[in-house]
Every structure is written in structure tokens, then in C-alpha cells.
């Protein structure tokens, strides 16, 4: 081994130095170890949005006919009703179930943030919803809101609450509503976790100082727990925000847009233009119509996550 | 430990049973009621006979009186549901290894090469993992169909690292950064090569990292719709949440007992999986949000 090592140095000096600095250099080392990510990424993200912003602009079917129309699809679109009812139908849903999420999910972190026996347990059971796959939840869901077998209509009646069985699916209203549920429901465990881990990083003495000060629970909370927090609750609702707009599993699942595209949403919308109408064009064209809402989303994020300097001692 | 105590009680003791009572477990045990309830009710009707299960007035439909496993039977061996667990399985298995091994070069390669930009490299993978498959899976399917990999499982195995690898590297990178600088400085002294530092150093201290990022990406790669419903036609090609949303529906006539059986069968494997490592599990989810 030695030997060889040696022959190889006298026999070719300049290519162990040329290999030496392949393995040496940061620049190149990292080109090398970054490729595989990088490649796929390319390949398969960065290359179909472009493509899709292409597909926007054109009228290509699913059968490969078609070509460019400039901006015919978005004209198109502004005078189709059920597409401006997908939009009411997405900004409805993200907005009330993100501000519902929110509001349940803080105060259930709060709730975890106590001492109390099964602590862990009782964590891993919450988290329940957000493990399980979306579509196989959002089934269980839809057989709740059965028309004919709905358990909660079963359970109100026992009571006496109502006296015939609810429609859920059936009626434009109640049909956004069930599906809203539906997603705070699969949203809440993500929140509060998250949050949760936020909480445990705020110190006890910052309480005990403020209660010797006189303070109440609600000042507590309002001068202590909110601010210190609010770097991840900008986060955490930025995700819970763009996952909630963008969502398609719940609606394709629940009420596949209907009754008469009451729930239809954007991704819905798409989907059911490009793949099963076979108009790529005018589906991508849709798909694009959610990018400047998420741009905003991730813009409310990256103001958000700047920190604060009050937080690290300092005066904003 | 007098000092942790008091740390970890806080002022927990200022609060009197009965007090905690209300304010804490009864919200609680209403909330884990609401989002434990759906399961319930899933596992409940998977085990009910036909009979039990359409008719309220005869039987509770919170109770089963007679279980059955003629839904699971039915299944099992009447449709491919057992093909579409194996699909799943390998399909969650192989795109997950693929992102990590991507991600653990791309982290290392961020983090710790930092070459000429590589602070822009880590802006944008997690401008990456902001892009959410809903606008993409349309250009993707057409790209699908001209490799000609459509209806196959390379169609599936390729495009999840789209969002596993995002999330991973960024999720590594974390990881990389705990780790002291001054154990890779002595293995350089001492000779060691990149590669070496990342194998013997670098990954046996980031293990716990790798296996909360690869648990997290195996449970996504497992929940995955919309690409999966949209690249895979045939019945024995298809995931498990695409095949029981799509197969076991026929017209207007749903078997819900079959389908709540569906839906917890391959919801079990997730579950057990993440039982096992929940902390793991909870911390890449935290991670994922805190940097």
C-alpha cells in the first residue's frame, strides 16, 4: 500500500495535486455534494413553475393540442362565475378556519402548558389528526356528515335539539361549514404543538415577577405569553395559511366542490378543469390565480419572522 | 434540583383542584374528545355488520353489538388492497431515503462547506418547501407523461422529494449547526477527509436528527393525494389514500363499512410507526417552524 502510494506521488505529482483540490476546495466540494439535491430540485420544482406559468398562458389540452393565447385564459376566467366562486369559496374557508384554528390551538397549547400527570401521553394523542393521512380522516368525516346516517344528527335528535336529520352536504351553507370544521379539526394538533414548544421556551420567573407586580391572568397573557411568542405565531399561521388556501384533499374528498361548487376551491377548481376536463391550460391558468395570494402570505411571514430587538434587550 | 423543581412547577401550586377541574380538564377532555371522536367512529363502523350499521333504531350506533371482520375480509381478498399497501410502503420507503440522502449532502454542503453562497442555497430551499403542490402537480403531470413514466411508481418516487427535500435539509441543517465545530477541526488536523468527517463524525451525531426528518418525510410521503391521484390510472398502481377514495366508492352506492375499513387499515401503520417515535416525530414538526 505504502509503495503504491509512493509511486503513484512520483509518477503523477500534478494529478494527486489536481485531485487534492477537488477535495479540498469549498466551492467545488460543495457543488459536488449539493447536485443530488439540487438536480432533482431543479428537475422537478423549479422547471414545472415555470412550465405552469407557460401552461397559463396557453390553451393546450390534455391530449397535447393547443398553444399559446396570451392572456385568453385569464380573460376567460374573469367572467366565469363559478371560478369567482372558488375564489369567495377559498379566501371564506382560509380565512375563518385559520382565525378558528388559531384561536382553539392557542388556547390548547395553553391548556398542554400546565403541569399535569401523562403530560407526554396526552400530547401524542392530540397530535393524532395531523398524523393520520388526510384523506382517510376526511372519509370518516364525510361519513359523519352522512345525509341519512350522520351520528350527529342521530345524537341531537336523541336530545332533542332538532327534529329532523341535518343536511349537511347538502346545502350550499352547510355544506362550507362542514368542510371548515373538517379542516380545523385536522389543523388544531398542528398549531398547538407547535405553539406548545413556543410556550415551554418562555421562563416561569417572567410570570412570577409580573403576579408579585399585581397582575392578572389576562394582563399575564396579554403583556407576557403574546409577545414573546409572536415570531412563531407568525410562522406557525404563515404554514397554517398556505396549507389552508392551497388545500385540495378535504374538499376533493368531502364534497368533490359541490353542492352546485359551493366548496369548490381554487385547487379543486383546477384539478377538475385540467385533469378531468383535460384543459391544462385554462387548470393552470387557475393555479396561478393562488400565487400572488401565497406571495403575500410569504411576505407577511418574512416581515414577521424578523425578531425583535426589544427581545434580545434591546429598544425597537 | 430544588431550583428545577420550582422551574418546572412554576406557579402551578397557587391553583386549587377544584379550580384546575374547570379550567383545565374539562376543556381538555373536551378537546380530546372532538379530535379523538372521528376515530372512534371509524373503528366502530369497520366492525359492524351491515345490519347494525343502517339501522339506528334497532341498535345504538355508538356500540357494536355483533363485530364482524367481513369488511376487512372483503378487503383484503376482494379487492387490491394489498397491493396498494405494498405500493404505499415502497413508494414512502424509497422517496424518503432518496431526500435523505439529498438533504444530508445539501445540509452538510450549507452548513458547514459554505461555499461561495451558500447562505442564498439555504434561502431557497426554504422558499422551496413554500411551494405547494397544488400549483404544481399540472406542469408535473405533463412532464410525467413525456418521460413516460406515467401510471408508475418512478412517477411517485421522483416528485416527493419535491417537498421532502425542502423540509429535510432545512430540518438537517438545524441538526448540523448543534454540532461543534472544533470535533470536525481535529478530525481535519488529523487528516481525515470531507467525506470522512461527514460518514465517522458528523452523521453518527446527527442520528437522531436523521431519524425525526426521515420518520416526518415517511408519514408525509404516506399522506400524499394529489400528485398520486393524479399520475397513477390503474387500480393495482395506486396508494392507499388514492385507491380507497377512488376504488371502493362505486356509483352512488358507498360501503361505508369497507371504506371506514380502508381508512384504518392504512391509517394504523403511521400510527404504530408514530408511536414509537413521537418525541422524534415532535421535534421535526417543532423544528421545522422554530428557525
Known amino acids: 500500500m505504502a509503495v503504491q502510494t509512493q509511486s503513484t506521488r512520483a509518477t503523477a505529482p500534478i494529478l494527486k495535486l489536481a485531485r487534492a483540490n477537488v477535495w479540498e476546495s469549498r466551492n467545488l466540494l460543495g457543488l459536488v455534494f449539493m447536485l443530488p439535491a439540487a438536480s432533482l430540485l431543479l428537475l422537478f420544482l423549479t422547471y414545472p413553475l415555470g412550465l405552469g406559468l407557460w401552461l397559463g398562458l396557453t390553451d393546450q389540452k390534455i391530449d397535447g393540442t393547443g398553444g399559446f393565447i396570451g392572456l385568453g385564459n385569464f380573460i376567460s376566467l374573469a367572467r366565469d362565475s363559478v371560478f369567482l366562486l372558488s375564489i369567495f369559496n377559498t379566501l371564506l374557508y382560509t380565512v375563518v378556519a385559520s382565525i378558528i384554528k388559531f384561536a382553539l390551538g392557542l388556547y390548547l397549547a395553553l391548556l398542554l402548558n400546565n403541569r399535569m400527570p401523562f403530560k407526554a401521553m396526552i400530547r401524542a394523542i392530540v397530535l393524532l389528526p395531523f398524523v393520520v393521512p388526510t384523506v382517510l380522516s376526511a372519509i370518516a368525516f364525510w361519513w359523519i356528515y352522512d345525509a341519512q346516517f350522520s351520528i350527529i344528527s342521530w345524537v341531537l335528535m336523541k336530545w332533542g335539539w332538532i327534529d329532523r336529520y341535518i343536511d349537511f352536504l347538502g346545502q350550499p351553507w352547510n355544506a362550507r361549514w362542514s368542510v371548515i370544521a373538517a379542516n380545523i379539526w385536522r389543523g ?6 407547535t405553539l406548545l414548544a413556543g410556550l415551554q421556551t418562555i421562563p416561569p420567573s417572567l410570570y412570577e415577577a409580573a403576579t408579585l407586580d399585581g397582575a392578572t391572568p389576562w394582563q399575564r397573557f396579554w403583556y407576557i405569553t403574546l409577545p414573546v411568542l409572536s415570531p412563531i405565531i407568525a410562522v406557525v399561521m404563515t404554514f397554517s395559511v398556505l396549507f389552508t388556501f392551497t388545500d385540495f384533499q378535504l374538499i376533493y374528498v368531502i364534497t368533490r366542490g359541490g ?42 411571514s418574512y416581515f414577521g419572522l424578523q425578531r425583535r430587538k426589544w427581545q434580545h434587550g434591546g429598544r425597537d | ?57 334497532h341498535y345504538n350506533p355508538l356500540w357494536v353489538v355483533h363485530p364482524t371482520l367481513q369488511h376487512i375480509y372483503k378487503l383484503l381478498f376482494e379487492t387490491d388492497y394489498p397491493s396498494w399497501i405494498m405500493n404505499t410502503i415502497l413508494i414512502s420507503v424509497a422517496s424518503t431515503f432518496l431526500s435523505l440522502f439529498c438533504s444530508v449532502c445539501a445540509a452538510y454542503a450549507i452548513e458547514r462547506l459554505r461555499f461561495t453562497g451558500s447562505a442564498y442555497v439555504g434561502m431557497c430551499i ?6 405547494p403542490p397544488s400549483i404544481l402537480f399540472i406542469p408535473l403531470a405533463t412532464m410525467v407523461f413525456q418521460f413516460g413514466m406515467f401510471d408508475s411508481d418512478w412517477a411517485l418516487i421522483l416528485t416527493y422529494p419535491t417537498f421532502l427535500i425542502p423540509f429535510c435539509t432545512w430540518l438537517l441543517m438545524g441538526y448540523f449547526r448543534s454540532i461543534p465545530y472544533e470535533l470536525e477541526e481535529c478530525a481535519l488536523i488529523d487528516g481525515a477527509s470531507r467525506l470522512q468527517i461527514l460518514i465517522k463524525i458528523t452523521l453518527p451525531l446527527a442520528i437522531p436528527g436523521l431519524i425525526s426528518a426521515g420518520i416526518f418525510a415517511f408519514t408525509l410521503s404516506w399522506n400524499e393525494f394529489i400528485y398520486a391521484l393524479t399520475f397513477i390510472s390503474s387500480s393495482e398502481n395506486k396508494t392507499v389514500p388514492v385507491g380507497v ?21 392504512g391509517s394504523v401503520p403511521v400510527v404504530i410507526l408514530y408511536s414509537f417515535f413521537v418525541e422524534h416525530y415532535v421535534s421535526s414538526l417543532t423544528g421545522a417552524v422554530k428557525e
Do not use: C
Not at chain 1, 384539478?271 to 400572488?292: D, H, K, S, V
Not at chain 2, 426554504?126 to 411551494?131: I, P, T
Open chain 1, 259 to 300: 353542492p352546485l361548487n359551493a366548496t369548490h376551491l381554487m385547487a379543486t377548481l383546477s384539478f377538475q378543469r385540467a385533469i378531468t376536463g383535460g384543459q391544462l391550460g385554462e387548470g393552470a391558468a387557475i393555479a396561478n390565480a393562488m400565487i400572488p395570494f401565497l406571495l403575500v402570505a410569504i411576505l407577511f
Open chain 2, 245 to 265: 377514495i377512488t376504488e371502493l366508492v362505486e356509483g352512488d352506492v358507498y360501503h361505508w363499512g369497507s371504506l371506514m375499513a380502508g381508512a384504518l387499515l
Open chain 2, 1 to 57: 434540583m430544588a431550583a428545577k423543581t420550582a422551574q418546572l412547577e412554576g406557579m402551578d401550586y397557587l391553583a386549587s383542584t377544584p379550580r384546575r377541574v374547570v379550567t383545565l380538564w374539562l376543556p381538555l377532555s373536551i378537546f380530546i374528545f372532538v379530535l379523538l371522536f372521528p376515530f372512534y367512529w371509524m373503528t366502530v363502523t369497520s366492525f359492524k355488520p351491515d345490519i347494525e350499521l343502517y339501522d339506528y333504531s
Open chain 2, 126 to 131: 426554504f422558499l422551496a418547501y413554500l411551494v
Open chain 1, 188 to 193: 388544531i394538533p398542528f398549531v398547538a404543538i
